[in-house]
Structures are given as C-alpha cells and as structure tokens.
C-alpha cells in the first residue's frame, strides 16, 4: 500500500476560505514533501518538513508534521482560483520518494 | 530558470513500435527519475538513476528500459509499447547529498499507444 495517504480525496472551498489536507504515512522517514500539480502538466515542489521539524511556513502554505502520529498537514490560507490543483505529499525514506494519490483541490470563485 | 524538459508534450504511438521518451536537466543534477501517473493509482517510479550510465529498477519496470549516457539526459524506453503503457509520464532529477531536497519535476509526456 501506499507510504503516504491523503485526505480528502477532494475538497471544493469558496475563495478566499482555507483550505486544509492531511497525509499519513507508516514508516520512518527522512522528510516529507508537498507538491502541486496543475491538470495535465508536472508536479510542483511547494516545500519540504524534515523529520526534526514540527511546522514549516512558506507564503501562505503552512505545513505541520507529527511524527509520533506519523501525519502531516497542508494548510492553505486565503485559497485563491489560482490555487486549484491536486496536492500530493511524498514521503521520502532510504533514497526512496513515495507519492500518495493526491487531494484534488476546487476553490470556487 | 532552472529546469526539467521533456521532449514532447503528446505522443501516439502504434501497438509494437519502440519509442523513446527523453528527458533533459540543466541542473546538474546527480539523481533522475521516470514516474508513469494513472488515475486512481497516483505516481509509480519506473525506473532511477544516480549517476551517467548506472540505473535502477524502481517499482514496475516491466516493458521498460533506460538509458543514461550523459549526466544531463535519461531516456525513457519503451522497448514495444503495448496498449497499458497508455499514461502520463513524468520525469523529474533531484541533488544528491545529505542535505534533504525535493524533485524537479518535468511538464510530462502523454502517450497514447493505439
């Protein structure tokens, strides 16, 4: 099965709301990472948590990580139009990245 | 800006032929990487490699095969496409080192095989 699971599968949000995602993941890990994919194109990296870290802001991402509960979360303040897209997190352990399925993101004007 | 380009953007394909998916990074990059994405099954690593001409088989390497002969440039090789090689693939490099880094990752070729 996959090392990381997001949840939701999808979320529709009004703009300007936020929005927020979360992934699990069952093993140890080096860092997690979030990535963006726009339809049909590649993905984006948005930022990465090393596993000594708790909370990570970048812009109006902000991303926790528990490794106790081995999740993390994506928040993202303020969601435009601009922002709708899939998210993925990817666990990254032993030389090897796993992308989970992905949150597929609708922000309503 | 730095960057990860694939070659092409769309490709049909007839059912038997080989094709060849390139992938080229001007970062100097050590690590690089071919992921195919399927609905519903996310991202599934083909094939990686961590250095000019070696290679690793990732999680469904079947019905594919690589080449990497210059630090810049992996190529992706479908030795005779078959129908459910139909996909996304994606082609993405990363630093090596210590340090923790995410992947860069290309626009992705569709192939349509027929």
């Known amino acids: 099965s996959q090392q990381g699971e997001e949840d939701p599968q999808a979320l529709s949000i009004q703009e300007g709301e936020n929005a927020t995602m979360n992934c699990s993941y069952k093993t140890s890990i080096n860092n997690l990472q979030w990535y963006r994919q726009n339809s049909g194109r590649g993905l984006v990296h948005l930022i990465l948590?090393?596993?000594?870290?708790r909370e990570k802001h970048s812009g109006r991402l902000r991303v926790t990580l528990d490794t106790s509960k081995k999740s993390s979360s994506l928040l993202i303040t303020a969601s435009r139009a601009a922002d709708t897209a899939s998210y993925f997190c990817?666990?990254?352990?032993?030389?090897?990245?796993?992308f989970g399925p992905g949150t597929s993101l609708s922000v309503i004007p | 800006d730095v960057k990860v380009t694939q070659s092409s953007r769309y490709l049909v394909k007839r059912t038997g032929e080989k094709v060849f998916l390139e992938c080229v990074q001007d970062m100097d990059h050590e690590n690089m990487f071919w992921y195919r994405q399927d609905p519903g099954l996310g991202l599934r690593l083909i094939y990686f490699s961590y250095d000019v001409k070696m290679k690793e088989k990732g999680d469904i390497p079947e019905g594919y095969s690589v080449s990497r002969e210059k630090k810049e440039r992996f190529s992706l090789i479908l030795e005779s496409a078959s129908t459910n090689q139909t996909s996304m693939y994606l082609c993405?490099?990363?630093?090596?080192?210590?340090?923790?880094?995410?992947?860069?990752f290309g626009s992705g070729t569709r192939l349509t095989v027929v």
């Open positions: 993405a490099s990363r630093r090596t080192g210590t340090a923790n880094y995410g992947y860069t």
């Open positions: 948590i090393r596993s000594n870290e």
């Open positions: 990817a666990t990254d352990a032993k030389d090897k990245v796993i």
